[in-house]
């Protein structure tokens, strides 16, 4: 069955920092890959997906993410975090030829000051 | 402006209580999807649709039920057999198909509370 699993449910970064948010999937062939972000009380907003193509992908608000095939992974990054990206990163996939988003269990952002 | 438009954002149900939550959506999509959120474990799946008059059960549906009359709207009736309900609900649509078009888009979620 397919699976995500974001290891980390709850990461503290100093303001400035750089970020890194781990994700792997389990899943027979490549996967459609999502980062979404959750404010508290909101819904999730789309950070940025892959595909296919280029393995290093940009997104919005300053955050990219890497597919590296042979480990699986499909880690988030930021360079300097800002304090407004405290929130809830979903990693999530969508296999190829269908449309299910399956959600990983979520990683907490806190930035300090 | 399309979007997801999900009412109430608050919603307080009494015991034995039905509640039915609200999902409207104008971005033409054709699947669409209903998910529980509780804190420190994620978003689990509870019904998803992929065409009207048409539904899936997903990985908690007992305690819920929803229908899918009209391609924008897919409301969720929260049963009094739902035996812990009190959780933030979240709605979401996508395409049914095709690479470009698997991302989901979410309501603001709907507070749901027993009390």
């Known amino acids: 069955a397919q699976s995500v699993t974001q290891p980390d449910i709850h990461i503290t970064v100093s303001e400035g920092a750089s970020l890194e948010l781990r994700c792997n999937y389990s899943y027979g062939a490549t996967p459609y890959l999502f980062w979404y972000v959750q404010s508290p009380g909101q819904g999730l907003q789309l950070l940025l997906k892959?595909?296919?193509?280029?393995?290093l992908v940009q997104g919005i608000k300053g955050f990219e993410a890497e597919f590296k095939r042979s480990q699986s992974s499909f880690n988030l990054r930021k360079p300097s975090v800002h304090w407004s990206d405290a929130a809830e990163y979903f990693c999530a996939v969508v296999h190829t030829g269908g449309f299910k988003t399956i959600f990983g269990a979520g990683t907490r952002l806190f930035v300090k000051a | 402006d399309g979007g997801i438009t999900q009412s109430p954002k608050y919603l307080f149900r009494k015991e034995g209580q039905n509640v039915t939550l609200s999902c409207e959506q104008n971005l033409n999509h054709d699947a669409m999807y209903w998910y529980r959120q509780d804190p420190g474990q994620g978003l689990r799946l509870i019904y998803y649709s992929q065409i009207v008059n048409d539904f899936q059960k997903g990985d908690i549906a007992e305690g819920y039920s929803v229908s899918r009359e009209k391609k924008e709207s897919f409301p969720l009736t929260v049963t009094s057999a739902q035996k812990n309900p009190t959780a933030f609900y979240l709605c979401?649509?996508?395409?049914?198909?095709?690479?470009?078009?698997?991302?989901?888009?979410f309501g603001q979620g709907t507070r749901l509370t027993v009390v």
């Open positions: 979401a649509s996508s395409t049914a198909r095709g690479a470009s078009g698997t991302e989901a888009f």
């Open positions: 892959y595909f296919s193509g280029d393995t």
